[in-house]
């Protein structure tokens, strides 16, 4: 919100709107009715910037572990490029317990019958 200075003696200032800023007003008054929701609305964004200084304060006290996270995740992007037939172990691994799935399925199914 802009305060202006208006050139009526009793109103000594107003609220305008920016120049360049097209912004309609309200054509029943306020977008939310019911001023109880305003109240709500106003102080939820108090609580809302709480929240925010709060996550600002904690990344702060927080930056030498978010380096060091930064650091271990370039080392581990070395590797990976370095040795790139490490990303077949998960595949073989899933490989290997399906294999001992199936194996166990047809086991106990002979046991059984």
């Known amino acids: ?9 009793d109103v000594p200032w107003e609220e305008c709107i920016p120049i360049g800023v097209i912004q309609p007003e309200c054509t029943r008054g306020y977008a ?3 001023p109880t929701m305003r109240d709500t609305l106003y102080y ?14 904690v990344v702060i006290f927080m930056v030498n572990r978010i380096r060091l996270a930064i650091a271990l995740n370039k ?9 790139p037939t490490v990303l077949l ?23 059984l019958s």
């Open 44 to 57: 939820a964004s108090f609580v809302i910037w709480v929240l925010g200084g709060i996550w600002i304060i």
């Open 32 to 34: 939310v009715g019911s």
């Open 1 to 9: 919100t802009i305060w202006c200075v208006t050139t009526d003696p």
């Open 75 to 83: 080392v581990a992007a070395i590797f990976v490029a370095t040795n």
């Open 89 to 111: 172990i998960p595949v073989v691994q899933a490989i290997c317990s399906i294999l001992w799935c199936v194996i166990w399925c047809f086991s106990a199914s002979f046991l």
